[in-house]
């Protein structure tokens, strides 16, 4: 500007492209610094410590993409889900017991025939009551010919009972002294029993709710999976135009700065493919991460998310971690560092 080859405004437009870089710089620093404190209350019990929560999480793993997709027919994926799937396998055992309702709510409406038999012994033990002797009772008492013994006033004669003990009476209950027995038939015919008709058509209409809700849940995972294995297919698309950008980007870089170094170009070209190197590695970063995302997806659709992850649910139970996890596709870093910019002056 000071020689006249470069108007006031470019100045202008380049401290705005500035701003709005810085702008976007502080945007990005405080969602990783969101992502590390979420990370760091996923991993710890309490925040409350304030160097935990200041603390900077240094990435030590990073994404490795295979070099050879497994290509696996969809239709063994569905399979694969229709039979880890755990809400499915709780359709199906939701869709059991209404099933068992429906029949024992159907059965209400039959007739029932119960037949029934019983056998009882009782045994009488202890002396006469003194009470009852006709020797003890008034005259009007001996004409009605209810006491035991000699009776003057009536020609019946009553006998006394004799003393019976312990053991005696416990014999009675078993030697058929005194028995009580019996077999009987009991039938029950309903007659338009509205309201177990009525439990009945409930039942069944319930037990069909099942049945259509677990062939929608089939559909459904039909559909997640298919849909899962062509968001891999896509991000693996994604994957690898991002790596030749990258690529492109880096040779462009390399030729531009041997014309800058032999004088046939500007820093201004050179700073712009550094630019577009930089727009490049951070378009193939959010390409590897959709990708692994996409790919824990299909795990996670076809119920193989804790298998593949060599996590084992016998460990969590029991509190006690025997198998370390292997987590797919994730290799160390090379060189872990802090991935925070350096503080402004």
């Not at 019996?182 to 099942?210: D, K």
């Not at 951070?282 to 193989?304: C, H, N, Q």
Request: aromatic share 4%.
């Amino acid at each position: 500007m000071q020689i006249g080859s470069l108007a006031p405004i470019e100045v202008v437009r380049a401290q705005s492209t500035v701003a709005t870089d810085q702008q976007a710089l502080t945007a990005a620093t405080t969602n990783l610094q969101y992502q590390q404190l979420l990370m760091k209350n996923a991993l710890s019990r309490t925040l409350v410590d304030p160097r935990l929560a200041d603390a900077e999480v240094i990435p030590t793993s990073t994404v490795s993409l295979p070099a050879q997709e497994d290509i696996q027919p969809t239709q063994d994926l569905v399979d694969e889900a229709l039979s880890h799937r755990a809400e499915l396998a709780e359709t199906r055992i939701n869709l059991t017991n209404s099933e068992i309702s429906n029949k024992a709510v159907r059965s209400a409406l039959l007739p029932t025939v119960d037949l029934f038999a019983y056998y009882g012994g009782s045994g009488l033990g202890g002396s006469q009551n003194p009470a009852n002797l006709c020797s003890n009772e008034s005259l009007e008492a001996q004409q009605e010919g209810f006491c035991a013994g000699p009776n003057p006033a009536s020609p019946t004669l009553n006998p006394v009972a004799p003393n019976v003990g312990y053991n005696t009476a416990l014999n009675q209950l078993v030697n058929s002294s005194a028995p009580d027995k019996g077999v009987g038939l009991t039938l029950n015919v309903p007659l338009r029993n509205r309201a177990a008709q009525s439990a009945q058509v409930r039942s069944e209409l319930e037990y069909r709710q099942a049945q259509m809700r677990l062939q929608q849940i089939e559909n459904q995972i039909r559909i997640e999976v298919r849909n899962a294995q062509f968001a891999v297919q896509q991000n693996r698309a994604s994957v690898e135009s991002a790596q030749a950008a990258v690529r492109l980007g880096h040779e462009s870089l390399d030729a531009e700065q041997k014309k800058f170094n032999l004088g046939a170009s500007t820093s201004t070209l050179v700073l712009q493919n550094q630019s577009a190197l930089a727009t490049a590695e951070s378009t193939l970063v959010s390409a590897m991460a959709a990708y692994e995302k996409s790919r824990l997806e299909l795990d996670r659709a076809t119920g193989l998310l804790l298998d593949h992850a060599g996590i084992i649910m016998a460990d969590a139970e029991r509190g006690q971690v025997t198998h370390m996890p292997s987590v797919p596709y994730v290799a160390p870093r090379q060189n872990p560092q802090s991935v925070m910019p350096p503080a402004q002056p």
